[in-house]
């Protein structure tokens, strides 16, 4: 049954709904649609799942208008598709943008929606039929061969058939003989329980090396003999100059004194294990690009890219291929806009956002966005298509990037530090992205505002991450909590969290180790981290390298986190740190792609190897460089 049907503008104001259908709803299930979907730009989606219930909608952009459907999520109702289409028409042809009320339109859905369900019951009873029909044949079908196969082996078969069946048991024959002609050589060529085939020979490394001093090359190689001038027993013959070997290491107490390995310690230039050389390092990296305004025109630049023809001429091969092709139109003889119309652009504009290293999922989703937010909308005279398409591709990106809700970090230190604790941020991502090196720039911008830091040393998987962090802490002179290796990290973020609360420290970065998305007992561990913590921040690190594993990455860890929760409340990704940016020239796409799958801001961007090396994430150029 049908629970509610809603039509409303795009600006949020609701001009009809149906008051016979059912109860209030349990939720806001229409608030999520909006706030996950629709300004997400993936309104070119099927349905949308919310709770117990499905939503599908359609809409109609020359007005403006946009019609809801919201049903049992555990009903198929075959008729909601047409009963949505219908309504659609019907309401277009009495809408009024200086009417509010509408209550005149009961009677007419009521009608609709009898029209609706008796379609749909139609519809139901023929798939029904059509499985009848298609599982009576199958079983005939069945019972014919079952039939067929009697009559064969019944002996009332032709010559012909007893011939092929002679045929066929020769071929099984002669293949079985093979067979058993090849296991016969398998056992006589097995050693030491072993087959001694080509791909499992396995060979003593001292023999080995002495048959490659004598010419004879592994696999079926070819073997030097005397009688090229005897150069191989010349060359075994001729003792190679003898390497410089490293001496072993002896991990004893009661071994003599040897050479230090943990060089942290000796920064000192006469050894004395002074700080003066790396104390000053902090003072001297200058301002921090985060404070920094990145003054962006896209005016200016627009214009110059109008009058001025491009180097790589990639304008001109555009038109070939159709993305400029369409002249100027006027919409006489056409009045809205279809999507056979749409299409060439958009395939265009996807090729375009794909070759910026989005995610083809992504740019597929996006370009069915766009094409339902303008089918059906009246084209302006003497306006291109492509121009139309790319204005609105632009306003989503805008969208898409912007953040949905404001993260203001130092205005929630400071509301940490009025209710007397720590402000925790946890750093988590795979392997390599630089989790360690920008969490350090990211405590050299806090420190900027005077805000005192804590290091958190919770990577005790990886071999020389504490290491690493605690070169870091010296160099900003930063107090840093460890508990060595092959710690429960869960624990030592959370005694990091009660020696900062101690020591009126006012935030606390924590480091975690990198993992991949698929590394079941690393995410179980960062899930009871993040549980038992329970931070204020995650920041996803990511590279700006990634194309279509950004998607992987964030979507199964978002999912692990859910999956593997304890609580009641599942914690997700809060934001992004993108790393490398500065090594990617125009591919920019996995910014875009992170944001869409995630829902979450990009929040720092990682442009260099200093510590001031870090910024915000300017909108406007992003979408100027995936669109140009």
Not at 35 to 53: D, I, K, P, Q, T
Not at 133 to 147: A, E, M, P, R
Not at 616 to 622: F, P
Request: aromatic letters at 6%; proline letters at 3%; glycine letters at 8%.
């Amino acid at each position: 049954m049908l629970e509610q049907l809603l039509i409303f503008t795009r600006g949020g104001l609701i001009l009809w709904t149906c008051k016979e259908l059912g109860k209030a709803l349990k939720g806001s299930p229409i608030d999520t649609l909006i706030r996950s979907c629709l300004l997400e730009e993936r309104s070119g989606e099927v349905s949308f799942n919310y709770e117990a219930y499905t939503l599908k909608w359609t809409f109609h952009n020359d007005l403006g208008l946009v019609f809801v459907a919201v049903y049992q999520r555990i009903l198929h109702l075959l008729y909601v598709d047409d009963l949505l289409s219908m309504v659609k028409e019907s309401f277009s042809e009495i809408y009024d943008p200086k009417r509010m009320s509408y209550d005149d339109f009961d009677e007419t859905f009521r009608q609709l929606r009898m029209e609706a369900e008796a379609r749909g019951e139609e519809l139901r009873k023929v798939k029904q039929v059509g499985k009848v029909v298609s599982s009576v044949k199958k079983q005939g079908q069945v019972s014919k061969s079952g039939l067929d196969g009697g009559n064969k082996s019944g002996g009332g078969g032709s010559k012909k058939d007893v011939g092929d069946g002679d045929k066929d048991k020769d071929k099984v024959g002669s293949f079985m003989t093979n067979g058993n002609h090849k296991m016969e050589d398998d056992d006589s060529d097995k050693t030491n329980g072993k087959e001694n085939t080509a791909d499992n020979v396995v060979l003593d490394p001292s023999k080995l090396m002495k048959l490659r001093s004598k010419g004879v090359r592994g696999r079926g190689g070819v073997r030097k003999t005397d009688s090229i001038g005897n150069k191989s027993s010349k060359v075994a013959a001729a003792e190679p100059p003898k390497k410089a070997t490293k001496k072993n290491r002896v991990w004893d107490d009661a071994a003599p004194k040897q050479v230090k390995l943990d060089f942290t310690d000796s920064v000192g230039e006469n050894g004395n294990g002074n700080h003066d050389h790396v104390d000053i390092a902090a003072a001297d990296q200058g301002e921090s690009m985060m404070d920094k305004e990145e003054v962006f025109s896209s005016d200016d630049e627009s214009e110059d890219d109008d009058d001025e023809p491009r180097s790589d001429e990639k304008k001109p091969e555009a038109k070939k291929k159709g993305w400029f092709s369409s002249v100027f139109q006027s919409i006489t003889g056409k009045a809205n806009l279809e999507r056979t119309d749409l299409k060439p652009a958009l395939k265009a504009l996807k090729e375009r956002l794909m070759t910026k290293n989005v995610a083809e999922e992504i740019a597929e989703k996006l370009c069915e966005s766009v094409e339902a937010s303008l089918e059906g909308k009246k084209l302006a005279s003497f306006t291109r298509i492509s121009s139309t398409v790319q204005g609105a591709m632009e306003n989503a990106l805008i969208r898409i990037l912007t953040p949905r809700r404001s993260i203001d970090i130092m205005r929630d230190v400071h509301a940490a530090k009025e209710q007397r604790r720590p402000y925790v941020v946890v750093f988590v991502g795979v392997n390599g992205v630089g989790k360690s090196t920008n969490l350090a720039k990211v405590a050299y911008w806090l420190q900027q505002h005077k805000v005192s830091v804590m290091m958190a040393a919770c990577d005790t998987f990886r071999s020389g991450a504490v290491e690493q962090l605690r070169t870091h802490a010296r160099r900003l002179q930063i107090p840093i909590f460890e508990k060595g290796y092959e710690k429960d990290p869960a624990v030592v973020a959370k005694e990091a969290i009660q020696e900062a609360t101690r020591n009126g420290s006012d935030v606390v970065l924590v480091d975690t180790a990198g993992r991949m998305q698929d590394n079941e007992p690393l995410m179980r561990a960062l899930s009871k981290l993040i549980n038992l913590n329970k931070p204020d921040l995650v920041l996803f690190v990511g590279e700006a390298l990634v194309g279509n594993d950004a998607v992987d990455q964030l979507s199964k860890f978002n999912q692990k986190l859910s999956d593997l929760s304890n609580s009641g409340t599942t914690r997700l990704i809060d934001g992004i740190l993108l790393t490398k940016f500065d090594t990617i020239d125009d591919k920019v796409g996995a910014a875009l792609s992170m944001v869409y799958i995630s829902g979450a801001p990009v929040m720092f961007v990682g442009c260099g190897q200093s510590y001031t090396d870090l910024k915000k994430l300017n909108v406007k150029a992003i979408v100027k460089t995936l669109l140009k």
